[in-house]
């Protein structure tokens, strides 16, 4: 069956850390990927978009990474901060799909402490 | 970046009644919008394909009946909870995209609306 997951939660870690999340998806061929921020009782903010050709994307303290054949995106945050506390999201948009038509992991919850 | 409004943020209505949520889209077109319903804990789900000046697309599982979706012009799309019940309780999330960017880019999504059915 097809799947997104995103293995954590939550995750916890001190300011000042490099945060590290991670989404794997199985029985997809994405298009792209893409993660957002989501804090709580709103809705999700776009951070960044990554294609099936390329490995890395970076923007300002967060970089992300996309390997097709682990089937596998990490999302870093360094130099972490308490702001940075939300809910992160990663969703795909596969070939096929409606334009727009994301498919979403669950989130992994993270708190950075001061 | 553009601006997706959701109205109302929040409501609680009473069992067997109906409510309308609206989407609209500030600075840009969008002839199509999305509709999302997330649980607690749980992850975005869609609901339904908005197309302004057709009928939406459901998904499977998702009563057409019960949730009507009005796309009357390249700005506002509504999400009507007919004879809601407190299962329907919910935070429902629209999105949208401009209808004028390119392909394949990000999704602009609103503030959503906490529906409490009592």
């Known amino acids: 069956s097809q799947k997104i997951e995103q293995n954590s939660e939550a995750l916890n870690i001190q300011e000042g850390k490099t945060a590290t999340l991670t989404c794997n998806y199985t029985?997809?061929?994405?298009?792209?990927l893409q993660w957002y921020r989501q804090d709580p009782g709103r809705g999700p903010v776009f951070l960044l978009l990554?294609?099936?050709?390329?490995k890395e994307k970076r923007k300002e303290r967060l970089k992300v990474t996309f390997d097709t054949t682990l089937k596998q995106s990490l999302f870093h945050i360094t130099a972490s901060q308490p702001a940075d506390s939300a809910t992160y999201l990663c969703?795909?948009?596969?070939?096929?799909?409606?334009?727009?038509?994301?498919?979403f992991g669950k989130g992994t919850k993270l708190s950075v402490k001061p | 970046g553009a601006v997706v409004s959701q109205h109302p943020s929040r409501v609680i209505c009473k069992s067997g009644t109906s409510v309308k949520i609206e989407c609209r889209s500030l600075d840009f077109q969008a002839t199509t919008m999305f509709w999302y319903r997330q649980f607690p804990k749980q992850s975005l789900m869609l609901m339904a394909t908005s197309n302004e000046g057709s009928k939406a697309t459901y998904e499977q599982g998702v009563e057409k009946d019960k949730f009507l979706i009005n796309h009357a012009s390249l700005t506002l799309s509504t999400l009507t909870v007919t004879s809601a019940h407190p299962e329907d309780s919910s935070f429902y999330i629209c999105?949208?995209?401009?209808?004028?960017?390119?392909?394949?880019?990000?999704?602009?999504f609103g503030q959503g609306t906490r529906l409490t059915v009592v």
């Open positions: 029985n997809y061929s994405p298009a792209y």
């Open positions: 999105s949208a995209r401009d209808a004028e960017g390119p392909p394949n880019t990000e999704a602009f």
């Open positions: 990554i294609r099936e050709n390329e």
């Open positions: 969703a795909l948009r596969v070939y096929g799909g409606s334009q727009g038509n994301l498919i």
